[in-house]
């Protein structure tokens, strides 16, 4: 059974850091393009950085510069590290492999797996 978990979420003040991690049992990051997406309440689904097979990353504009997606596929461990955070990046973030999503600003495809989320607030 594959399961995505989340960790690392919480409050923070605007312009502070966070770092989200997302360890995986069941699969293998080394096969799937992983990443994340968030949702602000009333707000559409975003993707938010995307890490591909061969290590090629991409990002929401919104976070480029800010934002930094990496992953451990020994430890088959995924990381968003977030920094110079904003009171607009609030918002439930979900880890996210899948075998055709490979872009940050692609849809994710019908396959796939997310994790349960975990909520980032920022505050001004």
């Known amino acids: 059974q594959v399961q995505l978990v989340e960790s690392g979420g919480g409050s923070v003040q605007a312009g502070g850091s966070l770092r989200l991690s997302c360890a995986a049992s069941?699969?293998?990051?080394?096969?799937?393009?992983v990443g994340w997406f968030r949702q602000a309440p009333g707000k559409e689904r975003e993707g938010v950085a995307a890490?591909?097979?061969?290590?090629?990353?991409s990002y929401a504009d919104s976070v480029k510069g800010r934002f930094t997606i990496s992953k451990d596929n020994a430890k088959n461990t995924l990381n968003l590290q977030m920094n110079s955070l904003k009171p607009e990046d609030t918002a439930m973030y979900y880890c996210?492999?899948?075998?055709?999503?490979?872009?940050?600003?692609?849809?994710?495809?019908?396959?796939?797996?997310w994790g349960q989320g975990t909520q980032v607030t920022v505050s001004s």
């Open positions: 996210r492999a899948d075998p055709f999503w490979c872009r940050a600003g692609a849809q994710p495809s019908s396959f796939g797996y």
């Open positions: 069941g699969m293998t990051y080394s096969m799937y393009c």
């Open positions: 890490i591909d097979i061969s290590g090629t990353t």
